[in-house]
């Protein structure tokens, strides 16, 4: 856009799914009533000393493992940010500015099918702060997510546009959901993206000034506010307005990028070695029973999937959930008919759990019995029921959990296959409709067909079996009218 390139990197926080916080005992919940689960180490009182999660440190091993970080620091060690503020009751944080738990590592991204490499700088362990909430009696706190385990993962400024850094944080979700580091939800504020944005002339060697947009809380508004700050900053520079360090925010209602506060002068954080926690050797034969355990890649994952002719689109649904992605290697397994199951899956399925208010996708598969599934798409394959019979036995079954053999007798959906209970009817139809056809079959035959096997299929209630009805009609349309199939 006007001879100028971007350049966009981004930092990622996200809260790791242990039981317990980061450095205290207190429950890792941020769903339970506001500040019941709070230690008095989350406090910071006189006397209390820190203990690292075991599981967080397992969390972060295997992420490590999982984006092909170079440089892992077996010996983990934590520093102090020194700051206050009202988020953070202590006046300090545990992060590991000095000795980052894992550098120089990758993911791979899948751009208007080109392939790309994204380079990963560090990411660190730390503790995360209180929630906080403005509104108009003032400011409220909530010290549950105070001492979170987090992890913040930043990445070189290798993106050049905002579907590339849109890119990156579904795959990188996809990493933190199947590696079983964190349920990363940004719209609960369990993954949450800052981004840094420059401009500059093309063919520029000099990066332009960074604007960082803080806290952007879904895919889509990561690609709208890097678009909207690309286009303003550009529209500033050659408006003769220089861009300044600052922080900005996006604001989803105007959709645009909103001036927090300029970064004008470096705060001092006095950041020091963190006394209370020594320093943690980790042991290399364990580490590696940690790296043995993972489970297969996104990438192998995408790779399996697309062998099998799922669509992307489709591909990308079935990774952004766990119980998804398990519940269709389950049903495939038994059916052996991959585009069968991700149609029932994501569209039949999904259909019901969006006329349902306050439901998941997670919770609708949870509340499927797969085997059900797995019965309805064989007798829907085997022609025992037709799709829209299909459609209604899901649907019912979603309900009351009742089998689709159980549903189809009390639906009075058994289908008819008898030719001799078939013909008559297929004979009244065509005595009905006799001028129309002896006008039409010779030019029109398969328009006349469908016809006769609507009104069979609307005369039996959906119940004659679509490939004994087409005998059916064929045969009689020959004897009568001497016409060939």
Known sequence: MFNFQATIGVEVHTVLNTKTKMFSSAPNCRTDAANVNLHVIDLGLPGTMPAPNKQAIVKALRLAQA??????????????????????????????????????????????????????????????????????????????????PLIEIVTNPVFENALEAKAYLIALRQVLLHNNISDAKMEEGSMRADINVSVRPIGSKNLGTRVEIKNINSFNNVEKAINYEIKRQIESLLSGVQIVQSTYRYDDTSQTT?????????????????????QIQLDKNWVQTIYDDLPKQPEAIIEQLKNLQIDPKQIDQLLDSQELLQAFNYVNDQVNNPKEVVRWLLTELLGLVNKKENNTFENAVSSVDLNNLITLINLLSAGEINGKQAKKILEVSYENKKSPQVLISELNM??????????????????????????????RKERVQSMLLGLLMKE?????????ANEVVNQLLNEKFNSKQ
């Open 258 to 278: 909103v001036f927090m506060r300029k970064k004008t002068i470096d705060v001092d954080y006095r950041y020091m070695t963190e006394a209370n926690i020594l």
């Open 414 to 443: 058994v289908q008819i296959k008898d030719k001799a209970v078939l013909m008559p009817i297929v004979n009244d139809l065509i005595e009905k409709s006799k001028e129309n056809i002896t006008k039409n079959l010779a030019t």
């Open 460 to 468: 039996t209630n959906g119940q004659a079996n679509p490939d004994v």
């Open 67 to 148: 984006l092909r970080m170079k440089e892992v620091n077996l010996l983990v060690r934590f520093d102090r940010k020194n700051y206050f503020y009202q988020d953070l009751p202590k006046g300090f944080q545990i992060t590991q500015q000095y000795h980052p738990f894992a550098k120089d590592g990758s993911l791979t991204i899948v751009v208007n099918n080109r392939s790309k490499q994204v380079l990963i700088e560090r990411f660190h362990l730390e503790e995360d702060t209180a929630k906080q909430f403005n509104t108009a009696n003032g400011l409220y706190l909530d010290y549950n997510r105070c001492g979170a």
